[in-house]
Structure formats: C-alpha cells, structure tokens
C-alpha cells in the first residue's frame, strides 16, 4: 500500500528544554506510567504469508515482484538506499540478527553459530563464532576481514567515506581475529546494548574495503554476494531487478529460479495485476477491493470458476460487480442491467480485468511502522508547549485509527508508545503522560497560554498604569473629557463588532459558493502559511494545492468570535498534506483532523503538495506546522530513536541541528535517558529507561502517534510463504509456487 511516510533511506539511516507538562501534567504520572512491566494488551497482528512446508512448495519458476523504482543504490548504508535496497539485498546478503514475528533480533543460524557478549569489564567484548559453511559467492569464506572493511568505513573517523550512518560503529575500539577468521573478537570503548544491529547488512571487503568502491562501485552490482540468491542484472530502462539461485549457498535452497523485481508505480498496480506483468505488489485499497470484488463474482453468483480463476464470470455478474465499484448498491446494481447495452464495452473491460484479478489473494496486516501527527515546535503557536498539549487532547485518535483501519478489517487500537509497537517486547502505553481526549482540558490549556475566542478580533485593550480600567477598579471616577472619549472608544468597538458579524454572514456565502482556504474567515485572503483562491490559483499552472479542490465539502461555518486569538491575531496553523494518488488515507485522517481542531476554534491553512517533494521539501526543511508522516518500528529503539527525538542543537549559522527530529521538539532530560538505555546491557533495565523516554515525549506533544500502518499485499494465490509478513523479515529460500510456473515473466496476463 503507498503510503507517504518517511523514506526508507531515511528510516536507514536512524542508525547513526524540558517540556514537562505544568498544571494538568505532573512529575508522578510521568513516573507512574512507566513503571509497570509490559502492557498485558500488546498482541501484535500476526503475519499473513500462506505459510507452506518447503515440500509443498515446487522446485523452479520466476516470481516477479513489484517495487516502486529500480533502487539509486545497492549500498544500504547511503543516504539514498530505500525500501528497495532492503528487499533487494535481503535476498543477496548476509543479516546477522533479522527481526521475527515479534519484532525480536533472532540469531541467523546461516551465518552464525553463536554471538554473545563475552566480557563486560573493563569494556565490553562481543565473541562472534560464523557458520563453518557460509562463503561468498565467489567461494572465499565469511570472516574477520569482512567484519573489519565495515567498521572502518561506517566508523565515521574516514570522511572519505559517503555513509549515511556510524550509529554503534563509531563505539567500536578495536576488531580482532580469534583462534581463525570465523572468530571475531570486537571490543567497544563504551558499552553498547544494540550490538545486534551491526553488521547487517554484512558487505564483503571488496565493497568496504575502498571509498572508491562502497562510494560508487555498490551503486549498480554486487559482483560478491552471499544469500541464497545472487545478483544476474540492474537495467533501469527496463525497470527489472533480476536475482538467480546461489549456486555456493550453503542453506536451504531457494524454491525459485529466479526472483525479478519490478518497477511499478503504485497507481498502475491494479493493471500489472491485471496484466500478469507482476504476481507480488503492495496495494492500496481501492486496488484491494477490486480483487475483493472479483473472488466475490467470480462464480456469477458467487460461486467457484468453472475453469481457472475467473473463468465463471458472466455478463450479469460482472455487470452487478462494476455497479458496486462504482457506488451503486445492490438494488441498483440489479437496476443496472436493463442499462447493459449501454455499459457493455465498460463492462467488458472490467469482467476481463475482475477475471485476472480472481487470481489473486489480499494479504493484510498491520505494517510495523506507525503515522504520526507531527507538530513543529521550532516557532509560532506551536513553539508552547501548552498549545501542543492541547491539540493533542483534542484529537480522537480511536476515530482516526477507526478510519483507516475498520474499513480493511485490521485491528484499531492507537499506538501508546513512540519506541515499540503492539507485540515488541518492552511495548507499553505511556500515552497516559499527555492524558485522554478532553476538549475542556484542551481549551484550559489554550486560555493558559493566551487563546481565546474572539481574540483575532481586537488587540488587548491598553493595560498601563492609570488606564481607565485600572481607575474603574479604584473605584476612581474618570473625568469628563475621558469618559466622551471612553463611550466614543465603545461606540467604535461597537461598530466593529457588527462589521465583523456582517463580514462573516458574507464569509458563509462565499464558503458555500465553495471558494475558501480551509480554516479562513475571508475568502481569497493570504495569511501566514497559507493561500487563499484566487482567479489565477484556478487557472492551469496556478498555485498548487494551496486551497481546498473546487468541490470539496466546506466545514461547517464557524463563528468569527469563536476563532481563537490572541492580541488581534488568529491562532492559525498550516497543515501539509501529500496530493498523490496513494496518500487518499492521510487526506482522510487530514480531514478528520481539520474538523476536530475548527470545532474548538484553531484554523487551519491546507496546503496539499506532491508526494515526491512532500518529505523532503516541507518535513526534513520544517516548512510546516502539521503535518502526517510515517516511522518504521526498530529491534534498536535506543539507537534509532535518539536522533528521531533528540533535542536540536544550534549550529554555528544560526540554524538548527534537528537530525531526524523534525518536530523541533525535545529535551535534555530525553537525551539523557536514551544515552542510558543504550549504554545499559541488562535488557529489562534498558526498556524501562525507554519507556521512561517515551512518556516524557508524549508530555513534550510533539509527535502524536495516530494508527499503525495498514499493510495490504496482493499474491497469486498459487504463492506460499509470502504476502504481509508484518515485524519478520522474508525467507526469500522458502517463497514459490505450490504449482510450478513457467520460466520468466507471464505471457499476455496468463499463468
């Protein structure tokens, strides 16, 4: 399923002010919610892959897999690696500790008979024993050298080196030889709990040995590999990445000939499917409920096909089936056929296009990594913590999460940690340290720190010594020159207040005629952070998705005085949102958004960009003050969550060093608790710091977990061990057909 959310690249390379609450929160709820052991409600949705024993999967065939573009780079530790790389070198190399079902580090027994910490005092010492059998592809053994290349180049003391990360290398002091080259010593100057996320991936020396090679010879191939398939081309033209069997691999073998990755943007995922150019993808839903769809009538009246997928569709059934894609219930559905004459060529399309699609199962489950609202802090209303505070609060996240993830049948309960998910171990629900939904406690918290309704209107009226409101509390009378003036003021006040009314009863004209900037009180108008509609921003090539699409839904009107302000100033936010065919959910969740912080007063200004700049342009830059964006869940949350959370620092130009948060929110107090956890080599002692650091980022509200990520797979349904796979990593050796397959690619969308 496309879904914007922070590139993979990104996600990568996380391996490298106290804002306690005042009033509604206290220091002992923080300590309170974490110091329970886990949550007894974490279960985490299992996987769904059609598992098989290998002896029920046959030997042979090509699988072709979608992917959204042939990768930059095969290196997994540049800037630019992405989801991409990750699958691809999944399949070619070595990973030490891949997470399982649980989100749990396990020990891959194809590369490793043992690891373990060996010596704590005086340094931490880990013993590394390899698999007497594991061997590159050009039959040199897995050993010592391999493991020294990586942590010279991924060290950071080299700039040479182009690396996106050092996370953990960098506390590395020394790499030896054992007994022989399958024994690797590696001492670390201070301790270091997430070991287990080094040297995976494993890239042999030829790679790392050089800047010349790791910069650019691993871009484009892999001329040494060591998985249970090997690397046979790249050809970006043809967008195909294409695997073949290991011959020297060691372990089980991999059921498939060959594995082709392929590129398909997400929104041609349906007719690849259709077409049978692909038998794996990742999907969105409305790609999901068409293949539903297609098994409901594959049969005419729900039945079995006569011959082959699909084979069993006929006219009326497929007719009925395109009228309830296309909005129509069951009763006009049957209305419909009478209409048949009219529709046939449509109809025909579909029945061909839901007679592929019967060939083809939706596995679901919940992606491990969660969407987020993410509030910038830098500057501006959000830089209050009690703002924060009380947008936060006044959020619904069970009707946020219920959205996206009730529709597709997935479980819907909210993510109540920003460092595990439902089912990692250490996973428990610290959202008690913000506190519930509550609109009264949001509108305190907005009063405290100045905002109220009808604030927009006028400034403060003047408060210094010996003003006329400081004399009527003396009990002074004011004399007869100011008290004319007094009434003038008031007369004026008066009359501005009626042209406010009048201004608005325009305003709800112009909202319903359906021009307006999603939260503005004018029509057209230009505010900080937003753009009003005007006759150019209609016109082709005008101003891009700075305002609501002409025939979008306004809100309901809200009352100029309801607005919330401050000192003649409107609280109003810019909320930015992805315009992609694939990001349909985040608008939803946008939407939901927008309505519950209007109906306590705080506008908000919608700017919709396109996906490709989204992150980079507007999140990584902080050019917004909400948006939606996406992090996958980690084995290593000292280690990647520090950078995601950690305080930003100032830089020598004035600006600011964020590295990944671009919240602009955080602590000394959080830094310091994950520079504890990670340095603490007792596990259970570890994840209770970790908790402790994340109920001090919920306080700090600048990173509101919404829901985790629905994860929406279509498979042949002829594919075993493949599909959802949620926290595991894939065993690309056990993947194949329970029915042999012809070699290569399908022809004319037929098996």
């Given at each position: 399923?496309?879904?914007?959310?922070?590139?993979?690249?990104?996600?990568?390379?996380?391996?490298?002010?106290?804002?306690?609450?005042?009033?509604?929160?206290?220091?002992?709820?923080?300590?309170?919610?974490?110091?329970?052991g886990e949550d007894p409600t974490s279960v985490a949705v299992p996987q769904d892959i059609a598992p098989a024993s290998r002896d029920r999967v046959a030997d042979g065939s090509t699988l072709n897999w979608a992917i959204d573009a042939v990768p930059s780079t095969l290196n997994a530790f540049q800037a630019d690696a992405d989801g991409a790389t990750t699958r691809i070198t999944g399949a070619l190399l070595?990973?030490?500790?891949?997470?399982?079902?649980?989100?749990?580090?396990?020990?891959?027994?194809?590369?490793?008979?043992?690891?373990?910490?060996?010596?704590?005092?005086?340094?931490?010492?880990?013993?590394?024993?390899?698999?007497?059998?594991?061997?590159?592809?050009?039959?040199?053994?897995?050993?010592?050298?391999?493991?020294?290349?990586?942590?010279?180049?991924?060290?950071?003391?080299?700039?040479?080196?182009?690396?996106?990360?050092?996370?953990?290398?960098?506390?590395?002091?020394?790499?030896?030889?054992?007994?022989?080259?399958?024994?690797?010593?590696?001492?670390?100057?201070?301790?270091?709990?997430?070991?287990?996320?080094?040297?995976?991936?494993?890239?042999?020396?030829?790679?790392?040995?050089?800047?010349?090679?790791?910069?650019?010879?691993?871009?484009?191939?892999?001329?040494?590999?060591?998985?249970?398939?090997?690397?046979?081309?790249?050809?970006?033209?043809?967008?195909?990445?294409?695997?073949?069997?290991?011959?020297?691999?060691?372990?089980?073998?991999?059921?498939?000939?060959?594995?082709?990755?392929?590129?398909?943007?997400?929104?041609?995922?349906?007719?690849?499917?259709?077409?049978?150019?692909?038998d794996v993808a990742d999907i969105d839903p409305a790609t999901a409920n068409s293949i539903a769809l297609a098994a409901r009538y594959r049969g005419g009246n729900g039945g079995p096909p006569a011959h082959g997928p699909g084979a069993g569709i006929t006219p009326a059934a497929a007719l009925r089936s395109w009228a309830l894609a296309h909005g129509s219930d069951e009763e006009a559905a049957e209305t419909a056929q009478a209409a048949r004459e009219e529709t046939r060529e449509a109809v025909a399309v579909y029945a061909a296009e839901q007679k592929a699609l019967s060939g083809f199962a939706v596995r679901k489950s919940l992606?491990?990594?969660?969407?987020?609202?993410?509030?910038?802090?830098?500057?501006?209303?959000?830089?209050?913590?009690?703002?924060?505070?009380?947008?936060?609060?006044?959020?619904?996240?069970?009707?946020?999460?219920?959205?996206?993830?009730?529709?597709?049948?997935?479980?819907?309960?909210?993510?109540?940690?920003?460092?595990?998910?439902?089912?990692?171990?250490?996973?428990?629900?610290?959202?008690?340290?913000?506190?519930?939904?509550?609109?009264?406690?949001?509108?305190?918290?907005?009063?405290?720190?100045?905002?109220?309704?009808?604030?927009?209107?006028?400034?403060?009226?003047?408060?210094?010594?010996?003003?006329?409101?400081?004399?009527?509390?003396?009990?002074?009378?004011?004399?007869?020159?100011?008290?004319?003036?007094?009434?003038?003021?008031?007369?004026?006040?008066?009359?501005?207040?009626?042209?406010?009314?009048?201004?608005?009863?325009?305003?709800?004209?112009?909202?319903?005629?359906?021009?307006?900037?999603?939260?503005?009180?004018?029509?057209?108008?230009?505010?900080?952070?937003?753009?009003?509609?005007?006759?150019?921003?209609?016109?082709?090539?005008?101003?891009?998705?700075?305002?609501?699409?002409?025939?979008?839904?306004?809100?309901?009107?809200?009352?100029?005085?309801?607005?919330?302000?401050?000192?003649?100033?409107?609280?109003?936010?810019?909320?930015?949102?992805?315009?992609?065919?694939?990001?349909?959910?985040?608008?939803?969740?946008?939407?939901?958004?927008?309505?519950?912080?209007?109906?306590?007063?705080?506008?908000?200004?919608?700017?919709?960009?396109?996906?490709?700049?989204?992150?980079?342009?507007?999140?990584?830059?902080?050019?917004?003050?909400?948006?939606?964006?996406?992090?996958?869940?980690?084995?290593?949350?000292?280690?990647?969550?520090?950078?995601?959370?950690?305080?930003?620092?100032?830089?020598?130009?004035?600006?600011?060093?964020?590295?990944?948060?671009?919240?602009?929110?955080?602590?000394?107090?959080?830094?310091?608790?994950?520079?504890?956890?990670?340095?603490?080599?007792?596990?259970?002692?570890?994840?209770?710091?970790?908790?402790?650091?994340?109920?001090?980022?919920?306080?700090?509200?600048?990173?509101?977990?919404?829901?985790?990520?629905?994860?929406?797979?279509?498979?042949?349904?002829?594919?075993?061990?493949?599909?959802?796979?949620?926290?595991?990593?894939?065993?690309?050796?056990?993947?194949?057909?329970?029915?042999?397959?012809?070699?290569?690619?399908?022809?004319?969308?037929?098996?």
């Amino acid at each position: 399923m496309s879904h914007v959310g922070v590139p993979r690249g990104t996600a990568r390379k996380r391996r490298s002010v106290a804002l306690l609450a005042t009033g509604v929160l206290t220091i002992p709820v923080l300590a309170g919610c974490t110091s329970d052991g886990e949550d007894p409600t974490s279960v985490a949705v299992p996987q769904d892959i059609a598992p098989a024993s290998r002896d029920r999967v046959a030997d042979g065939s090509t699988l072709n897999w979608a992917i959204d573009a042939v990768p930059s780079t095969l290196n997994a530790f540049q800037a630019d690696a992405d989801g991409a790389t990750t699958r691809i070198t999944g399949a070619l190399l070595p990973s030490l500790f891949p997470m399982d079902a649980k989100g749990e580090p396990r020990l891959n027994p194809d590369y490793l008979e043992s690891a373990k910490v060996i010596e704590r005092e005086p340094k931490q010492v880990v013993l590394y024993k390899l698999n007497q059998q594991a061997v590159w592809s050009d039959g040199r053994e897995i050993g010592a050298p391999d493991f020294v290349a990586q942590w010279r180049a991924l060290s950071g003391k080299d700039s040479a080196f182009w690396t996106a990360r050092n996370a953990g290398y960098e506390r590395i002091e020394k790499i030896e030889r054992g007994k022989d080259d399958l024994q690797v010593r590696v001492t670390f100057s201070k301790p270091y709990a997430d070991w287990r996320s080094l040297f995976s991936p494993l890239y042999p020396k030829e790679v790392t040995g050089s800047p010349g090679t790791f910069n650019d010879g691993a871009r484009t191939t892999l001329r040494n590999t060591a998985g249970p398939f090997r690397l046979r081309s790249v050809n970006k033209p043809r967008g195909t990445v294409v695997l073949d069997r290991n011959p020297r691999w060691w372990g089980d073998e991999a059921r498939l000939d060959s594995l082709v990755f392929r590129a398909v943007e997400p929104g041609k995922r349906t007719d690849a499917l259709t077409e049978g150019t692909v038998d794996v993808a990742d999907i969105d839903p409305a790609t999901a409920n068409s293949i539903a769809l297609a098994a409901r009538y594959r049969g005419g009246n729900g039945g079995p096909p006569a011959h082959g997928p699909g084979a069993g569709i006929t006219p009326a059934a497929a007719l009925r089936s395109w009228a309830l894609a296309h909005g129509s219930d069951e009763e006009a559905a049957e209305t419909a056929q009478a209409a048949r004459e009219e529709t046939r060529e449509a109809v025909a399309v579909y029945a061909a296009e839901q007679k592929a699609l019967s060939g083809f199962a939706v596995r679901k489950s919940l992606e491990p990594s969660y969407t987020q609202l993410a509030l910038n802090g830098e500057s501006g209303p959000l830089s209050d913590d009690r703002v924060r505070r009380a947008i936060a609060r006044t959020l619904d996240r069970q009707e946020l999460a219920d959205a996206v993830l009730k529709p597709l049948g997935l479980p819907a309960k909210p993510p109540g940690s920003h460092l595990a998910l439902a089912g990692q171990p250490g996973y428990k629900d610290g959202s008690g340290a913000l506190g519930e939904q509550d609109t009264k406690e949001a509108q305190a918290l907005l009063a405290d720190a100045g905002w109220t309704p009808g604030g927009a209107l006028r400034s403060t009226r003047d408060t210094k010594a010996g003003s006329e409101a400081e004399k009527k509390e003396e009990g002074e009378k004011p004399a007869a020159g100011e008290k004319a003036a007094d009434e003038d003021k008031d007369e004026k006040a008066d009359k501005k207040d009626e042209k406010a009314e009048d201004t608005e009863k325009d305003d709800k004209a112009s909202r319903e005629e359906g021009e307006y900037t999603v939260g503005d009180d004018k029509p057209g108008s230009r505010s900080s952070g937003g753009s009003g509609v005007t006759a150019q921003d209609k016109q082709p090539g005008g101003a891009a998705g700075a305002y609501a699409p002409a025939g979008t839904a306004a809100p309901a009107p809200v009352a100029v005085k309801s607005r919330l302000g401050k000192d003649g100033k409107p609280l109003s936010l810019r909320f930015v949102l992805p315009s992609g065919p694939g990001s349909q959910s985040l608008r939803t969740v946008g939407e939901k958004i927008v309505a519950m912080l209007d109906s306590i007063g705080i506008s908000t200004q919608v700017t919709k960009v396109a996906d490709d700049s989204y992150f980079k342009d507007h999140i990584a830059s902080g050019d917004y003050d909400l948006a939606l964006y996406s992090w996958p869940a980690t084995a290593y949350p000292a280690t990647d969550g520090r950078p995601i959370f950690a305080k930003p620092e100032p830089a020598t130009d004035g600006s600011l060093l964020v590295a990944q948060n671009y919240t602009r929110v955080g602590s000394d107090h959080i830094d310091q608790l994950f520079d504890r956890a990670v340095a603490e080599l007792d596990a259970d002692a570890s994840r209770d710091l970790l908790k402790q650091a994340d109920a001090r980022i919920w306080a700090a509200a600048g990173s509101i977990p919404l829901y985790q990520r629905p994860q929406l797979v279509a498979v042949d349904k002829k594919l075993a061990n493949i599909g959802a796979f949620g926290f595991a990593a894939p065993r690309y050796q056990d993947i194949g057909f329970t029915a042999r397959q012809a070699a290569g690619p399908p022809a004319n969308g037929k098996k």
